[in-house]
């Protein structure tokens, strides 16, 4: 076995920078580095394949296999052992590369002659871009010092692709970062938006991978922990005692920040020839390969503060702050891994659209858009890798599709697109101060869903008849610290100025599953979206429910006040909710204060079983209102952030159908009023179906209300609801198909 030592793994580095500063082009850089690399480890064999396209490696320069191999060679993602290593990002290290699971010969490169194998992930934060091979005649296994030496070329060569180094003829050899690329994703706000990339947390770039002085580089490292270090103890002084949440992440920062093992690793791969930032980024690519592979909820969240640390350690040592002195664009689209709902009303109605590499479609983030009506998708892989500052992007919210970079055939049809959705606007603009009236004479209510002062403005210009649903734990989400009664007072009074005696419905505080309050200790749930959220958490802590309630009774100061309980289950968790509230009225009054012209109280039907609840529920409260989008997920058991199962199921299912028919039913019996709130209340076909089967109030997004009312006041609703029941006894899925013929028909 062949020895190796630090000097010789700083040779083949300093080597390697020599490559990097020559004037060659791409083709022969790559050349040259598989000859140095080979020849520093003694090898017969070595080889890089780079990612052509998102499936597919491709042979891009090798020493000792054939010349005539280099771009004819490719492999699937996941095919052979250098497919295997590409899609795992694992190392394989076998002295016998034949007799291995899913080797596959490839009799064009020769490679038949050589039996041991090592192949390295050639990746950049956790995003592989390549594989690195070394192969010999002899059957060996490589040493762990081996391995090491490989695994820091492997990131140098990252690093080189990332600056442009190899760029060529062929996919292959393309330029990063100029390429058009499509990604999809998935919708959490709907719409469409034309702009150009603003990055959240814009890259830090490494443009020195090698150091020339490792001492020096040691003493820069030394540096900017002592600073980082510093920078979490003013946090923590900061934050004082009053959030102990953030007290426990800016503890495990200080931790990971006074780590002598991570010291130790970046300090060991600076002997080895990487520059401080390299070492760092090294380091950090690790904790993000980990990431992805680790299930435990606590774990996941130490590596992502490592993660975080090692950006502002990089951002110490470049000199790369957030402010990078770029302007932010007249037609902003961001771009970021997450984003919290503070920070984003920091950038308000000035963002023409936002596109998140994780998020969901509940999340805070998600919440925010909605309520300022910007175009958001979630799930967006490998954007923040891929985007930069000012890249032309194409954000189509309805389908959950990122057009970044895109081609002029791709951009014109996007634009046709809008235009197409600006003439619809136009002509709903013509209705907007009509009654939804059916062409059979039905009246239906249409009202708009709100959650930021931000929204009222829209109340008038929309058509809405009021609103149906304003979302107070927006004002909870947003802060640091628990609002104060007499702040929510006053909040709540303005909501209801701005909307000038149209009714508004309040929404108590909806928390838990994916919206954890920032001051609110998280609890580890193995199932959120059914675990301690929304009303149970009011009626456990009844403290902030009470708060809240006193709150909207002083806000409303004698006008009338309507209430909605969320997430009611069962019969008495809204009797107990409505007791709270006849608790705050009484105390109100003995204290004096002016109490509401009226008051309606009501819940939110989002599970199957209140659907099933005693008469007696349906005779007691004032109003109902269907909350569509939890309803839907746990009666068809379908995860709404699962895009492998939430697409499965229709809305317009026939046994969807057939449970809102019996509320509705229910309803009448004891002549309660009832609406449907959620996404699909603002589509049009939904709506009109909803209509059909006996429900006359919706609240939906403000742009929905156009054409949801424009399509209202074509239809014949007893001729609907007929295609409904017909699809019913035929014994069809969905009605879907029928009402598609129907309203192909209508045009």
């Not at 040691?218 to 922990?225: H, M």
């Not at 996007?414 to 136009?426: G, L, T, V, Y």
């Not at 675990?531 to 958490?537: C, E, F, P, S, Y």
Request: one cysteine or more; proline letters at 5%.
């Amino acid at each position: 076995m062949i020895e190796r030592s630090e000097s010789e793994s700083r040779k083949l580095l300093g080597r390697l920078r020599v490559a990097m500063a020559s004037d060659e082009p791409g083709q022969a850089r790559l050349d040259r580095i598989t000859q140095l690399i080979a020849d520093s480890m003694r090898t017969e064999v070595c080889s890089i394949y780079l990612f052509r396209d998102d499936e597919t490696l491709e042979l891009c320069a090798t020493e000792g296999l054939k010349a005539e191999a280099v771009h004819k060679t490719r492999m699937r993602l996941g095919e052979g052992l250098v497919g295997r290593v590409g899609l795992r990002g694992k190392v394989i290290n076998t002295p016998d590369a034949p007799s291995e699971k899913g080797f596959r010969y490839m009799p064009e490169t020769g490679e038949e002659r050589y039996s041991s194998f090592l192949g390295i992930p050639v990746q950049r934060l956790g995003e592989i871009m390549g594989v690195l091979v070394v192969q010999s005649r002899d059957a060996r296994v490589y040493s762990a010092d081996e391995v090491y030496a490989l695994e820091v070329v492997a990131m140098v060569l990252a690093e080189m692709a990332e600056l442009g180094a190899f760029v060529g003829e062929g996919a292959a050899l393309a330029a990063l970062h100029q390429q058009p690329v499509t990604l999809r994703s998935t919708t959490a706000q709907e719409g469409a938006a034309e702009g150009h990339v603003w990055l959240h947390e814009p890259r830090v770039v490494v443009t020195n991978p090698i150091a020339e002085d490792p001492d020096r580089e040691r003493e820069r490292l030394t540096d900017a922990v002592d600073k980082l270090r510093v920078s979490v103890d003013e946090m923590l002084a900061h934050t004082g005692s009053g959030d102990s949440e953030q007290l426990q992440v800016l503890e495990a920062y200080r931790m990971f920040a006074n780590s002598r093992g991570w010291m130790r690793r970046m300090e060991g791969d600076i002997a080895n020839g990487l520059s401080a930032e390299a070492a760092v980024e090294k380091e950090q690519s690790m904790a993000r390969s980990r990431m992805a592979e680790v299930q435990d909820a606590y774990l996941r969240e130490r590596l992502a503060d490592l993660d975080d640390l090692s950006n502002r350690l990089l951002r110490i040592l470049t000199g790369q702050g957030a402010e990078t002195g770029a302007s932010l664009p007249v037609d902003p689209i961001l771009v970021a891994r997450n984003i919290g709902p503070g920070e984003l009303l920091e950038y308000g109605r000035r963002l023409k659209g936002i596109v998140l590499e994780e998020g969901s479609v509940g999340s805070h983030a998600a919440v925010v858009a909605r309520a300022l009506a910007i175009p958001l998708v979630v799930h967006a892989e490998r954007i923040t890798t891929e985007a930069l500052n000012g890249d032309h992007i194409l954000v189509d919210g309805d389908q959950g599709i990122v057009h970044l970079r895109p081609e002029d055939a791709v951009a014109k049809s996007f634009r046709d697109k809008i235009a197409m959705q600006a003439k619809a606007q136009e002509r709903y603009a013509s209705i907007r101060d009509k009654p939804a009236v059916t062409a059979c004479g039905q009246r239906i209510g249409l009202n708009m869903n709100a959650g930021l002062m931000a929204d009222l403005p829209s109340l008038a210009g929309s058509g809405a008849e009021g609103v149906g649903l304003f979302r107070t734990e927006l004002q909870f989400l947003i802060r640091n610290k628990m609002p104060k009664r007499e702040e929510l007072a006053q909040t709540y009074a303005r909501v209801l100025d701005a909307a000038q005696g149209k009714p508004v419905v309040f929404r108590t505080l909806d928390i838990g599953s994916d919206k954890v309050l920032p001051y609110m200790k998280p609890t580890d749930e193995p199932n959120p979206a059914l675990g301690w959220r929304a009303i149970r958490v009011g009626l456990d802590k009844p403290g902030v429910l009470r708060m809240q309630l006193q709150a909207l009774i002083r806000a409303a100061n004698g006008r009338p006040l309507t209430i909605m309980f969320p997430f009611i289950a069962q019969f008495e968790e809204y009797r107990c909710a409505r007791g709270e509230v006849d608790k705050a009225i009484a105390r109100e009054e003995r204290l004096g204060h002016v109490l509401p012209a009226s008051l309606k109280v009501g819940a939110m039907l989002e599970t199957p079983s209140l659907a099933f609840a005693p008469q007696k529920f349906f005779d007691e409260v004032d109003f109902i209102s269907i909350g569509g989008n939890d309803l839907k997920q746990f009666f068809f058991a379908a995860d709404r952030e699962n895009e492998r199962v939430r697409r499965r199921y229709d809305t317009l299912n026939v046994s969807f159908l057939s449970l809102i028919e019996r509320i509705v039913e229910r309803c009448q019996i004891s002549d309660t009023p009832l609406s449907f709130c959620g996404e699909d209340a603002g589509r049009p076909i939904e709506a009109v179906c909803f209509a059909a089967i006996g429900i006359r109030s919706l609240s939906m997004r403000p742009a929905s209300i156009g054409p949801v009312k424009s399509l209202l006041m074509r239809a014949d609703l007893p001729a609907l609801r007929r295609l409904v029941s017909d699809a019913r006894h035929r014994g069809e899925q969905s009605v879907r198909p029928a009402i598609m013929d129907w309203l192909r028909q209508l045009d």
